[in-house]
C-alpha cells in the first residue's frame, strides 16, 4: 500500500514534510539528507529534481536548483541514486519539479522508475489539471503514484472540489499565492481561507506550504491542517559542501517544538 | 484534401502544442485573460480605441513600400512592411497598445513585462506612459548592459526597470523573474508579454493584435498589384510575434509560401545558435508546449545571436505547428548573414534595418525567382537600437 496514504492512516495531525533539492549542496548529498531527516523526525520528504527555469521558485531554491545542475544532478542520476532509498528509508518520499525535465526524460518512463524506486508521489506544480487528465494520468495511476496539486487562496470552491476529485494523496494548500520562501502570511483573510477549504472536508487530507520557517509558523499551520511542509527555510542551512548534515536534527526539532 | 486546421482549439492548443503549463499560483490571472479577452477586444469601444491609437498614436497603417533596386538585384518584385516606421521603432507596439487597453478594461493597476533588446520594454514603457499606469519591466541584468540607450529610454517614460539577476541573466530569465512578479501580485497587475510565448491565451491574442500587419498587406498588395496574394511571404522569429502577425492572414491561403528565418548564430552547429526549429526539442517553455532549445535531461539552453530580439531558446506555439505540419518553411541565418543584409539595405534603399529583421532580408539571398514573383519581407523593426553593434562590427 501507499505510504503516504499509510501515513495519513495513522496520523492526521503534525505532519512534518521537509523538501530539499537533489544534488545539493553536493551530488551525493540527496540520501545523506533524507536519512538525516527521518532520524531526525520528519513524517514525509520531498526531493526536488532540478530545473534551469523553475518559475514557482524563490532565491533559495533557484539557487540550489543552480548549484545542483552544476554539480551533475540530472533525473537519469537521481534514479540512480534513489535505487538503494528503501535500504534505509522507509517514511514517504515524493519527487517534486518541473514538467519539462519529466517530459524529456518520458513521463511514463518516469512513473515507472519512480514507482520502482519506491517512490509515492509527485508533484509537478506547471503541470495542470487538464493536462494530467488528458494526457498522464493514467501513467501515474498505473505506477500507484499519487499525484498532489496546489491550491491558492484564489482558487475557487469549484476548482478546489475538482482537484480533490484528482488528487491522491493530500492537498497543497499554499499559504499565499507566492513564489517559494516568503515570509507566512498570517492575516486573517488567510485564517479564513484555511478554515474555508477545512470546512468542505475533503477527501485527500490537507497539508500547507510555502513560507513555514519555524514553529510559529508550524502551528498556526497545524490549526487549520493535518501537517505542514518546510522548504526553502531548510535549503538554506544546507549552504556548507563540508558540513550540511550535523544541523539537521536541531532543525527540525526547532520546527516541531 | 483535408484542410489542415491552424487556428487556436478552445484548450489553447494547435495540434500538440500550446496549452497553460503553469502552476496553480497563475491560474486565477489566466482564466480571468482567457475568459474575457475575445469579448472585450469585440466590443465597439475596445476597437474604437485601438483603431485610433494605432493609427494617430503609432502611425499606422505602415506603408508597404516597393523596393525597386532590391527587386532588380533579386529578380522579384520586393515588397517591404514598414514596421520600423511605427512609433517605438519596431512593431512591437501593436501588441502593447492591446493589452494596455485590455488591462484598463479588466482594472489593472500595474503592468509587470520582460524584455531582452530592450524594445518590448520600452513599447510597454510608452503604453504605460500613455494611460499613467505604473511599469515595471524586468530585463536581464546581462542586457541591461548591453542595451543601455534602452534601459534609458524606459526610465525617461516612467518605467522602473528591474535586473533579472538569476539563471543565465537574459530573456528566459528575465520571463521567468515576471512571471513570479505576477505570482506575487495575483490581483491588480497585468502581464504584457512581448510575443507569441507563454501560457494560453496569449500566444493567440498576442498574434491578434500583431495581426494587422497581414491585414493591412493584404489591402495594400491589392492596390499595388490587383492581387491579395504574394507568392512569398518573409519574417524574422524570435518568439515569433511580427512573423505571426504577417503571417496571420495568409496562413489560410496556401498559395502563399511563408518563410520564417531564426538566428543561426555563428552557425547551426557552433554550440552559438539560437536556431529553436532545428536545434530544439519539443518540451514546455514559459507556460506553453512548443519546441525548446534543451539538454537531454531537459534543462533549457541558453541561445545566442547578435541580435538581442532573437536570442530567446523557444518559439511560440503556434510556430511549432507550423513547423511540424510544414506550413511554413523555417529557415537559418547567421550573424554574418545578417549583419551583410543591413548593410545591403541601409546602402541599397536608404533604409537602416533592425538586425532582428535583416535575418529575414539575409534570405531573399538564398532564393532564386523566376521574375515575377511577389515576395513580401516584413522589416519588423529600424536599425537605430543598434548602432553600437554595427560600429563594432563594420568599424564605422
Ligand atoms: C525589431 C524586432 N524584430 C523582431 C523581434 C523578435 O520578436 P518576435 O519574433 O516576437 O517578432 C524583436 C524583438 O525584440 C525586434 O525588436
Known amino acids: 500500500m501507499n505510504r503516504l496514504k499509510q501515513l495519513f492512516d495513522k496520523k492526521d495531525k503534525d505532519i512534518l514534510s521537509v523538501y530539499f533539492t537533489a544534488g545539493y549542496p553536493t551530488l551525493d548529498a540527496t540520501l545523506k539528507i533524507a536519512e538525516e531527516l527521518q532520524n531526525a523526525g520528519a513524517d514525509f520528504l520531498e526531493i526536488g529534481f532540478p530545473y534551469s527555469d523553475p518559475l514557482a521558485d524563490g532565491p533559495v531554491i533557484q539557487k540550489s536548483s543552480e548549484v545542483a545542475i552544476a554539480n551533475g544532478m540530472t533525473l537519469k542520476v537521481l534514479f540512480e541514486q534513489l535505487k538503494s532509498l528503501r535500504e534505509k528509508i522507509h517514511i514517504p518520499v515524493l519527487l517534486m519539479g518541473y514538467a519539462n525535465p519529466m517530459i524529456q526524460y518520458g513521463v511514463k518512463e518516469f512513473c515507472k522508475k519512480a514507482a520502482e524506486v519506491g517512490v509515492d508521489g509527485v508533484i509537478v506544480p506547471d503541470l495542470p489539471m487538464y493536462e494530467y487528465e488528458e494526457l498522464y494520468k493514467d501513467d501515474f495511476i498505473d505506477n500507484g503514484l499519487s499525484n498532489v496539486f496546489l491550491v491558492t487562496p484564489q482558487t475557487s470552491e469549484e476548482r478546489i472540489k475538482k482537484i480533490d476529485g484528482l488528487s491522491s494523496g493530500f492537498i497543497y494548500l499554499l499559504s499565499s499565492s507566492s513564489t517559494t520562501g516568503k515570509a507566512l502570511n498570517v492575516s486573517d483573510e488567510i485564517g479564513i481561507y484555511y478554515q474555508r477549504v477545512k470546512d468542505m472536508n475533503l477527501k485527500n487530507p490537507l497539508i500547507i506550504g510555502f513560507g513555514i520557517s519555524d514553529q510559529k509558523s508550524f502551528e498556526r499551520a497545524n490549526q487549520y491542517a493535518n501537517g505542514a511542509i518546510v522548504g526553502s527555510a531548510f535549503v538554506k542551512t544546507l549552504t556548507d559542501k563540508d558540513d550540511y548534515l550535523s544541523h539537521i536534527p536541531t532543525f527540525v526539532k526547532a520546527i516541531k517544538g | 484534401m483535408a484542410h489542415t486546421n491552424y487556428r487556436v482549439t478552445d484548450k489553447g492548443y494547435y495540434g500538440d502544442f500550446g496549452g497553460a503549463y503553469i502552476p496553480e499560483m497563475l491560474y486565477p490571472n489566466i482564466e480571468e485573460l482567457r475568459n474575457n479577452y475575445l469579448n472585450i477586444i469585440a466590443q465597439p469601444d475596445f476597437q474604437a480605441e485601438f483603431q485610433s491609437l494605432l493609427k494617430d498614436y503609432v502611425g499606422r497603417p505602415s506603408p508597404l513600400y516597393l523596393a525597386k533596386r532590391l527587386s532588380e538585384k533579386y529578380g522579384a518584385t520586393i515588397y517591404l512592411k514598414r514596421e520600423d516606421l511605427n512609433h517605438t521603432g519596431a512593431h512591437k507596439i501593436n501588441n502593447t497598445i492591446g493589452q494596455i487597453l485590455l488591462a484598463e478594461k479588466l482594472g489593472k493597476k500595474r503592468i509587470i513585462a520582460e524584455t531582452g533588446a530592450g524594445q518590448h520594454g520600452v513599447a510597454t514603457a510608452t503604453v504605460c506612459a500613455l494611460k499613467g499606469l505604473e511599469c515595471v519591466i524586468y530585463m536581464g541584468e546581462v542586457d541591461i548592459e548591453r542595451q543601455a540607450p534602452n534601459v534609458a529610454r524606459m526610465k525617461m517614460m516612467g518605467a522602473t526597470v528591474v535586473p533579472a539577476t538569476s539563471g543565465s541573466k537574459t530573456l528566459k530569465d ?101 536556431a529553436t526549429s532545428v536545434l530544439g526539442k519539443e518540451g514546455v517553455l514559459h507556460g506553453s508546449r512548443t519546441i525548446l532549445m534543451q539538454t537531454e535531461d531537459g534543462q533549457v539552453i541558453e541561445p545566442y545571436s547578435i541580435s538581442a530580439g532573437l536570442d530567446y531558446p523557444g518559439i511560440g506555439p503556434q510556430h511549432a505547428h507550423l513547423h511540424k505540419t510544414k506550413r511554413v518553411e523555417y529557415v537559418s541565418i547567421t550573424d554574418a548573414e545578417a549583419m551583410d543584409a543591413s548593410l545591403l539595405l541601409s546602402k541599397m534603399e536608404g533604409i537602416i534595418p533592425a538586425i532582428e529583421s535583416a535575418h529575414a532580408l539575409a534570405q531573399l539571398e538564398k532564393m532564386t525567382f523566376k521574375g515575377d514573383e511577389i515576395v513580401v519581407v516584413c522589416l519588423s523593426g529600424r536599425g537605430d537600437k543598434d548602432l553600437n553593434t554595427f560600429m563594432k562590427y563594420f568599424n564605422l
Request: hydrophobic share 35%; net charge negative.
Open chain 2, 174 to 274: 528575465a520571463t521567468n523573474e515576471a512571471m513570479r512578479d505576477w505570482i506575487n501580485n495575483p490581483v491588480d497587475t497585468h502581464y504584457i508579454i512581448g510575443s507569441v510565448v507563454g501560457p494560453h491565451p496569449y500566444p493567440e491574442m498576442v498574434s491578434r493584435f500583431q495581426s494587422i500587419i497581414s491585414e493591412e498587406t493584404k489591402k495594400q498588395l491589392i492596390e499595388h498589384t490587383g492581387s491579395p496574394s504574394p507568392d512569398y511571404v518573409l519574417a524574422c522569429v524570435g518568439g515569433g510575434s511580427n512573423a505571426m502577425g504577417m503571417f496571420y492572414h495568409f496562413l489560410d491561403d496556401e498559395h502563399v509560401k511563408l518563410i520564417a528565418a531564426e538566428a543561426a548564430g555563428l552557425g547551426v552547429n557552433s554550440g552559438h545558435s539560437a
